[in-house]
């Protein structure tokens, strides 16, 4: 396992800065990893990681277990709190993990030697959950897949909807988040 100041390291080299939440996301993610008793997390394929926040500590989680969304092995369940369920695949064990400080350090104070003096205990509070991953959420080629009968498009892993017996994606059924524009000329 690399060690805290590596993972810190290779965390700020992805992210870009070094603030709370990345001391944080790297802290979280080591002590969910090592309370799964998976030694080498970059190199175990068998987790996935539920973070509730897309906020700095996200990337930190990412680069510390190596977990990506890419590979499925990250999910982003948007709660806005700082939160994060690690998930041992093989052993079918989940731990959900957070913060429960209320200190911060003062502006301009370095982070990690703020936290420094923290011992895990008392930085977070963790918990083994219950996780029920469908086969559809699991790292892996798409295992089903329909076309839109509205605007064409391909949609993945069971995400349709199914209105009067027709297959439609998200977008088409529910308001997208986007707005098309039309380009007039």
Known sequence: MRSLDEDLLAAVAYHGHLCMGMVLG????????????????LSFRDSIVYVEMDRCASDAVSVTTG???????????????????????????AI???????????PGEDPVVFLQSFKDEDLFLWKKVLINIPSEDLPGKPLHNIVCENCG?????????TVDSKSFC?????KPYYQEVTERG
């Open 96 to 106: 959900r993990v957070t913060p429960k400080i209320a200190a911060y350090p003062q």
């Open 67 to 93: 977990c990506t969304l890419g590979r499925r092995r990250l999910k982003v369940v948007d709660y806005g709190k700082m939160a994060a369920t690690f998930v041992n695949l093989a052993t079918n064990e």
């Open 26 to 41: 790297v802290r979280m993610a080591r002590l969910g990893m090592q309370v799964l008793g998976i030694d080498e997390p």
């Open 170 to 174: 998200k977008a088409c059924v529910n």
């Open 153 to 161: 498009e391909v949609v993945l892993d069971r995400r349709e909807v």
